[in-house]
């Protein structure tokens, strides 16, 4: 299994001179999500092989100005598999943005293969008013294109746009076009050429949470002791139609409507093993919260201290501990493998601008190497001292930018241990209580008197 995660920027260029100008598009079938405040784009492609040559991979384009928003891609063949999808450089193409994708099974000449291609963006869904009192809608805005890009033919295609209310202001109307309840259909279309365009917009009402993790610093404590802890320190911004005028808590009191654009709770997903749970801000601790133990997870629902309306943000801290046996394993060779989440569940439809990884390992560990699910950016290691260290526990240090669900996936530590390091801290500790007692003993034996007793004579 594979998956690229797009971080930004290219990490490394191809240069191909071949595009499969063979292969066309039989049938696209296209569906944009908007439900949420992620554009989620996928298409179930029909590829077909009109050359005379086996082909053994095809081409994505994105549509121009959308890689600074794409934060996922991945693409699966008619069985489930994981294909590799790699950034290229085409000269053909020039500074667009080109994927190929390898095939697990070679398409041969007049042969068709299915594909389902899945995107995600953020940052896509524009506010439209920008700003709004505390009783108006929020409505919001979406750009893209009628058509499927692709640098391939396309020979039919229907795209779906999922909105997330009926409350559909304006669409484009590209015949043929319908509408069905939340439900915009385009198509089916025929013959549409490389790589054409044509303007789509959409402006709807949403009343989806736009809950944007600005900063996500996560802490993973190791200890061979049998416990991992966990610390997540999260800052959130709403980032939808900014309010606009004053805030009245006696008219948010009143309404209690179900569809309003402000933020009261949202539910985060812990393991199922989690416990000693808890949820504070700068103020202190917050009792807001409730938990509630499912079969496979924890849901522990938090309520910040006040309602988040657009432009208002806030932040908090959220810590738990589970079982080392769950996530902590000892090869046959003697090594140990630590496997965990580099980054869990905050909320539903999560997306974090940063997050920062930090994962404090044992002392005395040796030989450490890291495997991460997708490309991250290791910084620099650095040293901790918990009580009673002599030597400093190493840090591993991890960043990553514009994540969603999909980036919830494990990275491998593993690294040498010796279990006799365990006798380290009840060493230290008895040693430091046998000197407090022999400080103890010698004290009370001295005698600091300034003094001498004077003895009486008898006759």
């Known amino acids: 299994m594979y998956k690229y995660l797009v971080c930004g920027v290219f990490a490394f260029l191809l240069t191909l001179n071949i595009a499969n100008s063979?292969?066309?598009?039989?049938?696209v079938e296209r569906v944009i999500d908007l439900s949420s405040q992620l554009v989620k784009i996928s298409a179930t492609i029909t590829l077909e092989n009109t050359g005379k040559n086996t082909e053994s991979s095809f081409l994505v384009i994105l549509e121009p100005n959308t890689l600074r928003n794409l934060s996922y891609i991945s693409v699966k063949d008619s069985h489930k598999d994981e294909l590799k999808v790699t950034p290229v450089k085409l000269e053909k193409y020039g500074d667009k943005d080109v994927?190929?994708?390898?095939?697990n099974q070679q398409l041969a000449a007049g042969r068709t293969a299915v594909v389902n291609l899945e995107c995600i963006f953020t940052n896509t869904l524009v506010p439209y008013p920008s700003s709004i009192t505390q009783k108006e809608r929020q409505l919001v805005r979406y750009f893209g294109n009628h058509y499927f890009y692709s640098?391939?033919?396309?020979?039919?295609?229907?795209?779906?746009v999922v909105a997330n209310s009926r409350s559909i202001e304006t669409y484009t109307k590209l015949k043929p076009v319908s509408q069905s309840d939340a439900t915009i259909t385009y198509g089916p279309y025929?013959?549409?050429?490389?790589?054409?365009?044509?303007?789509?917009?959409?402006h709807f009402e949403s009343n989806a949470p736009f809950l944007t993790v600005t900063r996500l610093e996560r802490l993973i404590e190791v200890s061979h002791w049998g416990n991992i802890a966990v610390q997540e320190n999260i800052d959130i911004l709403h980032t939808g139609a900014k309010l606009k005028g004053p805030f009245s808590r006696y008219d948010y009191q009143r309404d209690t409507s179900n569809n309003h654009h402000s933020i009261k709770s949202y539910k985060t997903i812990l393991p199922a093993a989690a416990h000693s749970a808890y949820y504070r801000d700068s103020n202190g601790n917050i009792s807001t919260s409730q938990v509630r133990v499912r079969k496979d997870w924890i849901e522990l629902e938090l309520r910040p201290r006040y309602?988040?309306?657009?432009?208002?943000?806030?932040?908090?801290?959220?810590?738990?501990?589970?079982?080392?046996?769950?996530?902590?394993?000892?090869?046959?060779?003697?090594?140990?493998?630590?496997?965990m989440r580099l980054i869990d569940n905050v909320f539903d439809d999560m997306h974090v601008v940063e997050l920062e990884t930090s994962i404090v390992l044992p002392v005395g560990v040796t030989n450490v190497k890291l495997n991460t699910p997708y490309q991250v950016e290791r910084l620099s290691d650095s040293l901790t001292y918990k009580y009673l260290d002599t030597k400093g526990r190493p840090i591993i240090r991890l960043k990553k930018t514009n994540l969603v669900e999909q980036h919830i996936q494990d990275f491998e530590i593993t690294y040498d241990w010796q279990?006799?390091?365990?006798?380290?801290?009840?060493?230290?500790?008895?040693?430091?209580?046998?000197?407090?007692?022999?400080?103890?003993?010698?004290?009370?034996?001295?005698d600091f008197s300034l003094s001498k007793a004077e003895h009486v004579k008898t006759q």
């Open 419 to 446: 279990p006799i390091l365990l006798l380290h801290e009840p060493i230290l500790l008895s040693i430091a209580l046998y000197l407090l007692f022999l400080v103890v003993i010698v004290y009370v034996r001295l």
């Open 190 to 202: 025929t013959d549409i050429k490389e790589l054409q365009i044509s303007p789509m917009t959409v």
């Open 307 to 339: 309602p988040l309306f657009g432009g208002w943000r806030s932040s908090y801290t959220l810590g738990y501990s589970v079982p080392s046996y769950q996530y902590l394993y000892k090869t046959p060779a003697g090594q140990y493998v630590l496997r």
């Open 99 to 103: 994927f190929s994708v390898k095939l």
């Open 22 to 27: 063979d292969i066309i598009n039989k049938n």
């Open 151 to 160: 640098p391939y033919i396309t020979t039919k295609q229907t795209t779906s």
